[in-house]
Structures are given as structure tokens and as C-alpha cells.
């Protein structure tokens, strides 16, 4: 029964909470930035009641010298002084007018009519008649030149606290961009590790292609999310709650209100993740095949060339392309139909909620909002909707990493193997197989009651036609599969005892068409481990003959190798993996016959490697012309997955069956393919 994994979401939750403290420390400076920005509406609304609109005000007359200065006596506002008079009068403004009425009037009462010194007012449905003049612009002057200090001081306090929020602001971003790529960095060394312990079946079932865009493409999706969208929805939120609270204490009627946002918000969310996860999934799988097409063309292009199969590989691409850009314009369009119309017709409904609010309560008299009021609550207002629509431009992203997610937790769900690189005894060498049988799908044996022994030094050679299961020997002995029925015996100890990275310390492989990795010639000899030092590796490859080559290179032993070693012939590249398979010493030694595509002139060369490679340990050679096994002490003849015939290469053609057969086809250059 399969386990049950975690949803991806709480799996891309646990890697961000190994970063946790990093995490919270950044949130911290996000609140204090939050809080020290949102004291802006605050401090305007402060500013503006209290020094520019307020100053239209109620007045008493004073003794003090620090009043306002006007027509020769000293006023101080009725609000800033503990001074009792019956005496008050009233600093009104009109418009861009402003009136000195020598009575207490409504501040906000409506002028009726103006002549000379008589006013009329009307206010809640009552009439006011004062005397009073209209001031000219440096009179009103008087009454402002008092509040200069404080509004520049507001100001000043302001951007000190706009600064001091900055700096909190980069801490918080640097803090979460840090936590970020150390999770992503995190997440691609695990997905790595575990692409190490899966089994060489899952390569074989999944194209390169596929696995290399969920290593790169959907990891770094993922890393969009943690580097960018986890910044943008961690401020987002925080930002909310931080003017849902300003908003909360300005009027909690209006806030209340307002928070019939959240619901629309969740409702959406859940929506988009609904809707735009199908075109997501789709579009990450198509990504997947155009890699995979990609990584077949590149390395299938000779044969493509050579076969004019440019065009057919073209429309298979093609159609590939146009499905993810199909998808991708569906995707474009929902998210523009949808996200930002959205917050645009919520951010409207608001401000017509916000006029009808107030406007209403104006109306019948109930309620008569401050300007600095108003102003405030319109900038909480705006600055509500900045971050909504920060996030709404973020799910498409939050989607995609999370359909990313999803893939790559798949791939990290593939049953792996055990690793354990702890040393095993060097093996004397005997390899036995008892009863093995083996079948790559279900009840399609490609081996059948296969029994051998080989005892240690001897060569034993494997050959049969194509598919008769000489490969598939190889890859069991070397457990990149291991046997559906029977067992395999090193040295008597069944090879499934040990973890498969152990049994292959001792064994040591040369394939057909050996692969050569990009750095040196050196480091594809030592493959970087220490344990070889130099000038073993350039005795394994002067042993081998490698030397008559690479000196003659500019850098000889130091030379540069391309991708591939493709700079080197065949012949070449075969050499340098014998001397790697030397250099490392194996007791048993599994060839799969190295002069298949060689020349015959380079294979005496090959031939004399060979000899050296093979001598004192136990050999197995997949055998594609038979000239070359004659010496061998066993020979093995598969033919649908079952051993027919055993022996020395004189015994078997003293039997005049299978492999006589074989042999005489080869002597007469027939072009019956024996591999």
C-alpha cells in the first residue's frame, strides 16, 4: 500500500519553517515598518484638524503673549487654553474666505448673507445673525504664522519615521531573500540527493528531459515563490491587518465594514486556485515535454540530419509549443479578466461605500466628519487596496509553484534506495548465479533458470544474439536491477545483503560506448576521489597505452575535455575508460566488448589494454566478435534469456551447435547481427 504523503502545501510550509527564525526576525521588521509608515495618516489628520483646518476656530481673549496678535489684543483657542469667558469669538471660514464674527458661532454653519459687518448663518435648520468683518489675506496670516513650527515639526517627524521604517523595510526584505534562496538551495540538494537513490528503472521509463525541468524549471518556479511571492503576501497580509487596525481606530463603524473584503478575498483565492491550477498543470507538464523534445533533438542530431527528419522533429515541436502557448494565452486571460478587474471593481465599491458612509450621515445631520478625518480614512483607503492587489497579481505565480510543487514532491516520492558508501572486504572474485530469473515488465522474462559460476581470475564470455539477455546478466550482477526470482553469489554472500553502492565498490564496469565527463583528462581517470592519487592515474593510463596519445596533447594529462570527450576518437575515449577502470582496482570486471565499433588497427591496441585490465581479477565480457574471446576460460551462449550452451571456444565448436553456427557466420563476413 502506497504512504500517504503531505499536502504540498504543508510540505512547502516545512521547508520554510527550517528558516524559521530567520523568517519571524523578518516579519518583526515588517511590523515596525508597517506601523511607522501607517503613523502618515495619523499625523496628516493631526496636521490637519489641528493646524491648517483648525485653525479656524473659537477664540477667547487672553493676557498672554503667545496668543495670536490681532487688532491689538491677544486671542488663544478655546481648545488649547483652560481660560473661562463669556466672551468668545469665532475665526469662520467660507470657501477661501475667512470672517471674524465677534459671537460664538457653529464652525460649521452655512453663510446666508454678507453686509458690511452683519452676517446672517444658518445652521440645523436655526438662524445666527453677527457682526463681524471679513479679513484680508495678512490678517489670516496672524492666525496661521502660530502653527508654522508645529506643522514643520509634524513633518520632520514624519520623514524621520519614513526613514527609520526604511531601514526596517531592508532588513525585512534582505532577511526573507536570504531565507529564501537558503530554502530553494535546501530544496534542489534534496531533490538531487534523492535523483541519486532512485533506481536505474526510473530512468529508463522517464525521458531526461522531463527529470532536468523538474530539477531546474519547477524548482526555480518554486523559488519564485518562497524569493518573491512569500515577501509579497507576508507584507500583504501584514499590511491589511496594520490599516484594518488604523481604520479600526478611526472609525470601527467603516472598518467593519470593510471587512467583508476578507471573505470576498478567501472566496477568490480558492477560485483561482481551482481554476488556474488545471491550466498550470498543464502547462508545467507541456514544459516538461518541450525539454524532453529539446534534449532528443540534441542528442539524436546527426541521425536527424543524416535522415532529413528535420522537418518531422520540427512539427512534433511545434505542436508541443503551440499547446503551452494555447494554454499559457487561457491562463493570461483568466488572470486579466479576473484579478485585476476584481480589485478595481472592489476598490470602487469601496470608495462609493466610503461616500454614502459619510455622505448620509452629513445629510441628516448626525455626523460631521473632520477634513483631516476624511483625508485620513481616503489614504488608509488607497493604501488597502496597493497591497490586495499585490497579492491578486501574485496567484498566478502562487499557483504555478504550487503546481511546480506538486511535481517535484512526485519525483521526491519515488521509492529510493538505501545509500550506504561504507567499505565492504575486497572480493576474492566468484560470481555465481543460482536459478536467477528476471523480468523487466510483469511475467516477460528476458532470463530464465539462468545457473553459472565463474571462480575468481577466470574470463568468462557471454554471447548470443540480440535480446537473448547478455545486458541484462551485467545489470543484475551490478544490481542496477535485482533478480525476480533466484539469487546472485559474490564470493557466497548473496549480493542483496549489502546496499547496491557497497557491491559496486569491488566491480568495475567499461560500456560499449564509454562516457566521458566534461573537466580533464585526469579527473575522468580519479573521477575527484582522493583516494587516487595522480600518479596512479597516469600509471593506469600508461599501462593501458593512453600515454602515446596524450602526450603528444598541448596540456597532456592536464588537457581539457569537452562534453562527451568528444574531441577524442573511439578508440581513444575506450582507452581512457580502461585506465579509469583500472586505476580504481575492481575485483570483478564486467566488459561490454570494447572493439564492437573499433578499427582493427586500433583494436590490437584495445586488445593489449584489455589484457592488462584483465589480468588478476574475475572478467565478464559481453562478446560481440568472437574472435576476441578464444582465450577465454568460460564461454556462456544465451538465446531467449536461457543458457544453451557452456564451455571453452574449442569445446563449443567441437559441439558444432549454436556457437559453431555463430562462429562460421562470422568467418564468412556475413552481416548477421550477432550482438
Not at 489670516?140 to 514643520?152: A, D, L, P, R
Request: charged share 20%; with cysteine; aromatic share 12%.
Amino acid at each position: 500500500m502506497s504512504q500517504k504523503h503531505p499536502s504540498t502545501e504543508k510540505r512547502l510550509f516545512q521547508y520554510a519553517w527550517r528558516f524559521k527564525k530567520t523568517i519571524l526576525i523578518g516579519l518583526i521588521c515588517l511590523v515596525f515598518s508597517v506601523a511607522l509608515e501607517l503613523t502618515g495618516p495619523f499625523i496628516a489628520k493631526h496636521l490637519i484638524d489641528n493646524h491648517i483646518v483648525g485653525v479656524a476656530n473659537h477664540y477667547v481673549e487672553s493676557d498672554e503673549t503667545q496668543g495670536v496678535e490681532f487688532q491689538g489684543q491677544t486671542y488663544e483657542r478655546v481648545d488649547r487654553t483652560d481660560l473661562e469667558s463669556d466672551q468668545i469669538v469665532t475665526l469662520y471660514q467660507d470657501g477661501l474666505s475667512f470672517y471674524f464674527f465677534e459671537d460664538e458661532v457653529p464652525l460649521n454653519a452655512s453663510l446666508e448673507s454678507a453686509e458690511e459687518d452683519s452676517f446672517i448663518l444658518q445652521y440645523q435648520g436655526n438662524s445666527y445673525e453677527v457682526s463681524g468683518q471679513q479679513l484680508q489675506m495678512t490678517d489670516v496670516y496672524q492666525f496661521f504664522k502660530g502653527e508654522i513650527n508645529s506643522i514643520i515639526w509634524l513633518l520632520v517627524l514624519y520623514m524621520a519615521l519614513i526613514l527609520i521604517a526604511s531601514f526596517f523595510l531592508y532588513y525585512k526584505t534582505y532577511l526573507l531573500q536570504f531565507a529564501s534562496n537558503r530554502i530553494i538551495q535546501n530544496m534542489r540538494k534534496d531533490v538531487f540527493e534523492h535523483i541519486q537513490r532512485l533506481p536505474i528503472k526510473y530512468f529508463v521509463d522517464q525521458p531526461a528531459g522531463k527529470i532536468v525541468a523538474r530539477v531546474t524549471n519547477d524548482t526555480e518556479a518554486i523559488r519564485e515563490l518562497y524569493v518573491k511571492v512569500l515577501e509579497v503576501f507576508a507584507s500583504g497580509i501584514i499590511y491589511v491587518i496594520g490599516i484594518f487596525i488604523a481604520i479600526y481606530i478611526l472609525d470601527p463603524n467603516l472598518a467593519t465594514i470593510c471587512l467583508v473584503l476578507i471573505p470576498v478575498m478567501f472566496i477568490w483565492m480558492k477560485a483561482y486556485k481551482k481554476i488556474g491550477g488545471k491550466y498550470n498543470r498543464v502547462i508545467r507538464e507541456t514544459n516538461s515535454n518541450i525539454n524532453a523534445n529539446i534534449n532528443e533533438s540534441i542528442q539524436g542530431m546527426s541521425i536527424i540530419q543524416a535522415y532529413g527528419q528535420s522537418e518531422r522533429m520540427m512539427d512534433e515541436f511545434e505542436q508541443l509549443n503551440e499547446k503551452q502557448r494555447n494554454y499559457q494565452t487561457r491562463m493570461n486571460t483568466f488572470t486579466a479578466w479576473t484579478s485585476f478587474n476584481l480589485v478595481d471593481a472592489l476598490q470602487n465599491v469601496a470608495f462609493v461605500v466610503f461616500i454614502l458612509y459619510f455622505g448620509g450621515a452629513a445629510l441628516d445631520g448626525t455626523t460631521i466628519a473632520s477634513a483631516g478625518l476624511l483625508y485620513a480614512l481616503i489614504d488608509l483607503l488607497t493604501r488597502l487596496f496597493e497591497p490586495i492587489n499585490q497579492i491578486v497579481s501574485q496567484l498566478a505565480q502562487l499557483e504555478q509553484a504550487r503546481v511546480s510543487g506538486s511535481r517535484v514532491f512526485e519525483l521526491m516520492d519515488e521509492e529510493g534506495e538505501e545509500v550506504n558508501h561504507e567499505g565492504i572486504e575486497r572480493y576474492l572474485g566468484r560470481v555465481e548465479f543460482q536459478n536467477v530469473s528476471f523480468a523487466y515488465e510483469k511475467d516477460e522474462y528476458v532470463l530464465k533458470d539462468i545457473n553459472f559460476e565463474i571462480k575468481p581470475g577466470q574470463t568468462a564470455a557471454f554471447v548470443g544474439h540480440t535480446g537473448s539477455g547478455k545486458s541484462t546478466i551485467m545489470n543484475l550482477l551490478f544490481r542496477f536491477y535485482d533478480p525476480s526470482d533466484g539469487k546472485i553469489l559474490i564470493d557466497g554472500i548473496d549480493t542483496q545483503k549489502y546496499a547496491r553502492q557497497q557491491i559496486r565498490q569491488h566491480i568495475g564496469i567499461v560500456l560499449q560506448d564509454p562516457f566521458i565527463f566534461t573537466g580533464t583528462i585526469l579527473s575522468n581517470i580519479t573521477m575527484n576521489d582522493p583516494a587516487i592519487s595522480r600518479e596512479q592515474a597516469i600509471q593506469a593510463l600508461k599501462a593501458v597505452g593512453a600515454d602515446q596519445f596524450i602526450e603528444k596533447l598541448p596540456n597532456q594529462y592536464d588537457e581539457p575535455v569537452k562534453e562527451k570527450g568528444n574531441e577524442f576518437s573511439q578508440g581513444q575515449r575506450q582507452l581512457l575508460s580502461f585506465a579509469r577502470a583500472l586505476a580504481f582496482d575492481p575485483a570483478i570486471l564486467i566488459l561490454d566488448e570494447a572493439t564492437a565499433n573499433i578499427d582493427t588497427e586500433t583494436e590490437r591496441v584495445i586488445q593489449n589494454a584489455l589484457n592488462v585490465l584483465k589480468e588478476g581479477r574475475t572478467t565478464l565480457v559481453i562478446a560481440h566478435r568472437l574472435s576476441t574471446i578464444q582465450q577465454a576460460d568460460q564461454i556462456f551462449v544465451l538465446k531467449h534469456g536461457k543458457i544453451l550452451e557452456e564451455g571453452t571456444h574449442e569445446s563449443l565448436l567441437k559441439l558444432q551447435g549454436e556457437y559453431f553456427n555463430m562462429y562460421q557466420m562470422q568467418l564468412g563476413r556475413t552481416s548477421t547481427n550477432v550482438s
